[in-house]
């Protein structure tokens, strides 16, 4: 697979949520994968990306254009990122801790490994939990995240990942049960979360990583 055949969905943004967040969105691929066991060439991966990932890598990251057009955002939506840590800089400081990126199977290793080396985060749902196209938007009044009763109830107006039925997950934060892929997932949607300062190129590349990975465990 090259990144040319990697066929990339547009998701979409609720018309307020796009006007006060700018820039905001998220682009979804759908890849044939199952969970399981992480081969060599994904440890191997790992491995390399945290030997690049010092203590000094990881004080200077933030400053880096992408990892900052998260940190940005973040404040833009109320969060300190110095306490709530962008996706990119805790999966660096969880390195920094473990004394590297550990190997825990897929699609956990693959989202990893494309969310540290372009800064962008990567999630995967079961497609064929997800009705219609991804996209953002606010939370409604009473909303849970998920359809069961005892899902948790979102803040109304909290940023959530959501198809055309349901939210999926919280942004950057939690997935409603019954999305994220189990050993009966055949089809994972991987989707890439833009924010302002970050090129679609640079999520395209990204999505390109984790599909890449997942493809050659098949």
């Known amino acids: 697979m090259t990144a040319g055949e990697l066929e990339t969905l547009p998701g979409w943004a609720e018309p307020e949520v796009r006007a006060e967040l700018p820039g905001l969105g998220v682009l979804a691929t759908v890849v044939e994968a199952r969970p399981g066991r992480s081969p060599r060439a994904v440890a191997r991966r790992l491995w390399k990306l945290s030997n690049r990932y010092t203590g000094a890598r990881a004080v ?99 940023l959530v990942l959501a198809d055309s039925e349901r939210a999926l997950a919280v942004l950057f934060g939690e997935l409603a049960d019954g999305v994220a892929p189990t050993r009966a997932t055949e089809r994972m949607l991987l989707v890439a979360v833009l924010v302002a300062g970050v090129p679609a190129v640079i999520a395209e590349e990204a999505l390109w990583i984790a599909a890449d990975l997942l493809a050659h465990a098949r």
């Open 60 to 158: 200077t990251m933030r400053q880096e254009p992408v990892p900052g057009a998260y940190r940005a955002f973040f404040r833009q939506i109320g969060l300190n990122p110095d306490e709530r840590r962008t996706p990119v800089e805790a999966a660096v400081l969880d390195r920094m801790r473990r004394g590297g990126f550990r190997v825990c199977g897929l699609p956990d290793d693959a989202l990893l490994a494309a969310t540290v080396d372009t800064g962008v985060p990567v999630l995967a749902l079961d497609a064929d939990r997800v009705e219609g196209d991804v996209g953002v938007r606010a939370a409604g009044r009473r909303e849970r995240l998920g359809c069961g009763e005892q899902s948790p109830v979102l803040s109304p107006g909290e």
